[in-house]
Nanobody, 116 residues
Framework: VQLQASGGGLVQAGGSLRLSCLVSGRTFSGNVMAWFRQAPGKEREFVASIYGSAGKTSDSVKGRFTISRDSAKRTVYLQMDSLKPVDTAVYYC????????????WGQGTLVTVSS
């Protein structure tokens, strides 16, 4: 499985970005897909996940971020609205293909910088 994340960039506080994660190499629809992030000097944290059409988000982004997937395009999206400087991080997409709770495949990360 190969994951290619894109869509990061520099945005002002209150702005929006949409991250994309293109999945290749195996079936797409059966995977649990997720987004994580890692801010400078901090541990990686869970942001959102989706299985089928059922998505969930962490409390820190609830109401501002939305995860979705397009099976025809083999792509998972993270729509990020009302961005805050604390959302600045490298965002990674990940796949749990065995439904084990372990995300064993990771993309390369895309940097999101939110200026105040």
């Amino acid at each position: 499985v190969q994951l290619q994340a894109s869509g990061g960039g520099l945005v002002q506080a209150g702005g929006s970005l949409r991250l994309s994660c293109l999945v290749s190499g195996r079936t797409f629809s059966g995977n649990v897909m997720a987004w994580f992030r890692q801010a400078p000097g901090k541990e990686r944290e869970f942001v959102a996940s989706i299985y089928g059409s059922a998505g969930k988000t962490s409390d820190s982004v609830k109401g501002r971020f939305t995860i979705s997937r397009d099976s025809a395009k083999r792509t998972v999206y993270l729509q990020m609205d009302s961005l805050k400087p604390v959302d600045t991080a490298v965002y990674y997409c990940a796949a749990d293909v065995a439904h084990s709770g372990q995300f064993t495949y990771w993309g390369q990360g895309t940097l999101v910088t939110v200026s105040s």
